[in-house]
């Protein structure tokens, strides 16, 4: 992976998040191309979950966030403007909207006067997420946890993101669903979307990432290539489960 400051699509530079008196994260640095996935792994209570909300604007932050070569200091909205979307944990769907009215929530910045505008988007959606087109007219709330994920990400989308960020996409799925998503995950960088994805299922995220950080109590304690980091030592004891070579 280039690691070249002009092929940079996001840079996060001394980044820190106080809840508080207690500072939940501390000076950390990361950055993500166009077309790559960058994952960020560790333990629960790391701050993997505070970085993406800080990086979106959801909490204030200390440091510097450049996305598209523009230094973010703004609104939520004008982040998502400028082509940042974020797959939150809880996924927030409208539970009582059918599938296809939460799609179309997703991409409302790009409707015109006459409601249209997004109606392609929602057509690759749909030829993503197979599933989704044919629940279509169902409820989200009445969707298995592995289809309301799918809608999750699909309405991220809807927003035709540069950056898309995830937030624990694999919490509470059965083993083949978490195959899926990940699959249709790394299928993303063909886009030449660029993906940000937190994530405490070490192995599956390593396995699709260019790039990985691992954070523990809100620093960052090592970063390299992603393939690099699934035969470090220390990693494989920790996250994945296996005993140092």
Do not use: W
Not at 163 to 185: C, H, N, Q, T, Y
Not at 213 to 221: A, C, F, K, P, S
Request: with cysteine.
């Amino acid at each position: 992976m280039n690691t070249g400051e002009s092929a940079r699509l996001l840079e996060v530079r001394n980044f820190s998040v106080d809840y508080g008196k207690v500072r939940a994260l501390s000076d950390a640095s990361l950055h993500l191309q166009a077309g790559s996935i960058v994952t960020v792994i560790g333990p629960n209570g790391a701050g993997k979950s505070t970085l993406l909300n800080a990086i979106m604007g959801v909490l204030p932050s200390i440091g510097e966030v450049c996305f598209d070569g523009h230094r973010q200091q703004g609104s939520i909205e004008s982040r998502v403007a400028a082509g940042m979307s974020l797959v939150p944990e809880r996924r927030e769907l409208f539970g009582t909207m059918t599938v296809e009215d939460n799609l179309l929530l997703g991409g409302y910045t790009r409707l015109d006067a006459r409601g249209r505008g997004a109606q392609d988007t929602q057509a690759e959606v749909f030829r993503l997420f197979p599933r989704l087109q044919e629940r279509r007219r169902q409820l989200a709330g009445t969707l298995s946890g592995g289809e309301r994920q799918m809608l999750a990400i699909g309405r991220a989308l809807m927003a035709k993101p540069k950056i898309l960020m995830l937030d624990e996409p694999s919490l509470g799925l059965a083993p083949l669903v978490v195959k899926e998503i990940f699959r249709i995950i790394s299928g993303l960088r063909q886009s030449g979307v660029g993906i940000l994805l937190v994530e405490q299922n070490a192995r599956a995220a390593l396995q699709v990432a260019d790039y990985g950080y691992v954070l523990e109590t809100g620093r960052i304690t090592l970063e390299g290539p992603a393939a690099k980091l699934m035969h470090d030592a220390r990693v494989a004891a920790t996250y994945l489960g296996l005993g140092a070579a």
